[in-house]
């Protein structure tokens, strides 16, 4: 039987408090087989949109529970913000990706926006291609006025002093939770650009120059907003085929050339379809007859007689599915490692936290020997610096897939404790399975280990030879590092611990022994560099 997917992403009136996220995000979660693709949160929006996938069911409950959560917690009436909103749960579209169609998911709107305005007694409005009324179809006419707009419209008796404004499901009148708009759409970026300036009449012009509602580009929503202390064009692209990134860039860059403005930077808010960057590539790159063949991982994924060692993903890969990826609370934006370590949640835990620690000090050793390169004053091992270069990044990607690794490496291990254990075959087999996962468990955070030592190596190389103004750098290296090997260790003998048989890991212990002894050595030979060269 094949497996339908459905993307969900709604978008809450609320960032600058957490914990409401948090437990909107454990309402998403706890419904099995919904997963939780991404988190981004804006503090100036006041606004969190979050990214789902999975079957039907599983989706069409999680939104359910995520609106549900989000009506306790987020009071319209105490609500500001940059961005428009009319409710708690502002917008929830369903998107579909794996053998799934638009019709899948205008049920999807449909039976949820009848459940929501039923038993949460939410005002429902239907959009995009689930709009039981044509004017519906754009969500800027269902938000008109936003929030208090729609409250003045429905404060007569069931909606009487505006009729047009009444919902499709639940009762014409709003409370704190606002009203929620549902509906069915195709893949849609939300992509933000900054400007070099803070006038926001500026960021207004080149909105109204842009968007397709007053002559712009056919698919492009925009507004002029002051983001951040920055004018900033906050964009809704709803075909990236028929109007692609690139257009709309060059675009606003010619628009703020009459401003005498320039782009400072750009943003994502939540998930970008992975063709969309490639289009983008191809035409600032000029490839002419290029072909999506030509890439790499395209031509590895498609071939079924490829090499068994590589991962045959999904089409769905391009939304992220492979993962979810951290974000930042703090700052809104994505990506932020640590909030997905403070996360209730059993991983990302210690093992990946490790192997993290472990990556940023390798990025720290090679930036200084980046620092180091080139300077005329250290010409003399600039040929050593680069080596290590090359070898710090290397480590880097390696920890950095340790990340991700460690926490498969666990949910692994969980999964063979639930096999079944009625006969002494099932049990033989479960107890096999166990041993064998809580090895791999065991051997990930080893593997970190050996990397955070090699690490340590090179950041010492750097505070000898490198920049000796960034010898404190090398040295933070080289505590992250030794950070990593800290916490990696203690991954590895609490695994081993937990067989009865420990024999089966004493190997694994014996090499994280001797990488300690290496370390020590490493860390005394440091102290000494340090005090010698830095002062310190």
């Not at 105490?78 to 917008?91: L, Y």
């Not at 063949?293 to 071939?303: A, K, P, T, V």
């Not at 050793?365 to 005329?376: C, E, H």
């Not at 600039?382 to 920890?399: F, N």
Request: with cysteine; net charge negative; hydrophobic share 40%.
């Amino acid at each position: 039987m094949t497996t339908q997917l459905i993307e969900c992403i709604p978008n809450f009136s609320e960032a600058r408090h957490p914990e409401v996220i948090d437990q909107i995000v454990a309402a998403i979660t706890s419904v099995e087989g919904a997963r939780l693709l991404d988190r981004s949160s804006d503090l100036d929006h006041n606004r969190t949109v979050l990214t789902f996938a999975g079957p039907p069911e599983a989706v069409e409950e999680a939104a359910f529970r995520a609106i549900k959560t989000a009506s306790e917690l987020i009071d319209l009436n105490q609500h500001t913000g940059a961005h428009p909103r009319i409710g708690a749960t502002d917008v929830c579209p369903f998107v579909p990706l794996s053998n799934a169609t638009m019709e899948d998911c205008i049920a999807i709107a449909k039976r949820l926006g009848q459940r929501v305005g039923s038993e949460l007694s939410l005002p429902v409005y239907l959009y995009e291609a689930a709009a039981t009324r044509p004017e519906h179809a754009n969500l800027e006419n269902i938000r008109k006025g936003q929030y208090e707009g729609l409250k003045a419209a429905l404060s007569g008796a069931e909606g009487e002093s505006d009729p047009e404004r009444r919902p499709d499901f639940g009762p014409s009148k709003l409370g704190a939770a606002g009203a929620t708009v549902i509906g069915a759409r195709n893949p849609l970026i939300a992509f933000n650009v900054y400007l070099t300036t803070d006038d926001v009449g500026i960021a207004k012009k080149i909105a109204k120059a842009i968007r397709h509602s007053s002559g712009g580009l056919r698919y492009v929503k925009g507004l002029g907003l002051l983001v951040d202390g920055r004018a900033q064009i906050s964009m809704n692209l709803t075909d990236f085929h028929d109007t692609p990134i690139a257009r709309v860039v060059e675009t606003i860059r010619r628009e703020a050339q009459r401003y005498a403005v320039a782009i400072h930077h750009s943003e994502l808010v939540g998930l970008i379809p992975q063709e969309a960057l490639v289009d983008a590539a191809v035409w600032y790159t000029q490839l002419d007859q290029f072909d999506k063949e030509q890439i790499l991982e395209s031509r590895l994924f498609s071939s079924d007689d490829g090499p068994q060692t590589i991962d045959h993903r999904p089409s769905s890969v391009v939304y992220g599915l492979s993962a979810p990826r951290p974000f930042d609370q703090t700052q809104g934006k994505p990506v932020s490692f640590i909030d997905e370590l403070a996360a209730p949640t059993a991983t990302p835990g210690g093992g990946s936290a490790a192997a993290y620690a472990g990556a940023m000090g390798a990025g720290l050793v090679s930036m200084v020997a980046g620092l180091t390169i080139g300077k005329k004053k250290y010409a003399e091992v600039e040929a050593e610096m680069q080596a290590i270069r090359v070898m710090a990044e290397s480590l880097r990607k390696e920890l950095t897939q340790s990340v991700d690794d460690d926490a498969a490496s666990f949910e692994v291990l969980m999964a063979t404790f639930k096999l079944p254990k009625e006969t002494d075959e099932q049990k033989f087999e479960r107890s096999t399975a166990i041993i064998k996962a809580t090895l791999n468990a065991a051997h990930i955070p080893l593997h970190v280990s050996e990397g955070a030592v090699k690490v340590m190596e090179l950041a010492l190389k750097c505070t000898k030879n490198g920049n000796l103004n960034a010898i404190s750098d090398a040295m933070s290296g080289f505590a992250m590092s030794r950070a990593a090997l800290t916490a990696a260790g203690c991954n590895v003998r609490i695994n081993i611990n937990s067989l009865e048989d420990k024999s089966a890991g004493e190997k694994m212990l014996n090499e994280l022994a001797g990488l300690e002894k290496q370390a020590d050595k490493l860390e005394k030979e440091i102290s000494k560099v340090m005090k010698a060269r830095g002062g310190i």
